[in-house]
T-cell receptor, first 110, second 114 residues
């Protein structure tokens, strides 16, 4: 089993929809979870950062971690065309490296 | 402006011709890393550095070299490039005392090896 699994999509939604992006991971020792956003022809940028289980909200974005299920989610409310990008989950491995999911490509149509 | 820069942004070369991709950050970050991104495989770490003169292998180091002689620079060296090294390369740096969490990525270098 790969350490981080992420459905690559693509995912297409209309403007204003609620988007749910998900990853599963295999190692229960992981503690730091991140979501990066990557626009076409750009480098990834950190969107959300969470530690341990629970929710973290930042504007229209909510990151959720369920350590018992080894499942992390990113919710986007009131999605906008500017949210069209690839979303990468990432998990910190031993403090020296990030393990990335393969990314989910999201397209929000106006 | 805080940033990670990479040069060149695009490069087409031939098998066996040594090349260097430069990476520089102006944020005084201790941690720097190189990734390659391939369709269907995602981002994979090549090498990373926790500080000057401290480097270590990532998941896919074969065929690559790095050096960290100065804090701001972390060049990626391909001594004898091969077509399977055709990829999109990203340099990244982190300011968390050597931890790898909040990484700032450069704009990417698209390399084609013929």
């Amino acid at each position: 089993q790969k350490e981080v699994e992420q459905d690559p999509g693509p995912l297409s939604v209309p403007e204003g929809a609620i988007v749910s992006l998900n990853c599963t991971y295999s190692n229960s020792a992981f503690q730091y979870f991140m979501w990066y956003r990557q626009y076409s022809r750009k480098g990834p940028e950190l969107l959300m950062y969470t530690y341990s289980s629970g929710n973290k909200e930042d504007g229209r974005f909510t990151a959720q971690v369920d350590k018992s299920s080894k499942y992390i989610s990113l919710f986007i409310r009131d999605s906008q065309p500017s949210d069209s990008a690839t979303y990468l989950c990432a998990i910190n491995q031993a403090g020296t490296a990030l393990i990335f999911g393969k990314g989910t490509t999201l397209s929000v149509s106006s | 402006e805080a940033q990670v820069t990479q040069n060149p942004r695009y490069l087409i070369t031939v098998t066996g011709k040594k090349l260097t991709v430069t990476c520089s950050q102006n944020m005084n970050h201790e941690y720097m890393s190189w990734y390659r991104q391939d369709p269907g495989l995602g981002l994979r770490q090549i090498y990373y550095s926790m500080n000057v003169e401290v480097t270590d292998k990532g998941d896919v180091p074969e065929g690559y070299k790095v050096s960290r002689k100065e804090k701001r620079n972390f060049p990626l060296i391909l001594e004898s490039p091969s077509p399977n090294q055709t990829s999109l390369y990203f340099c990244a740096s982190s300011n968390l005392g050597g931890r790898a969490d909040e990484q700032f990525f450069g704009p990417g270098t698209r390399l084609t090896v013929l």
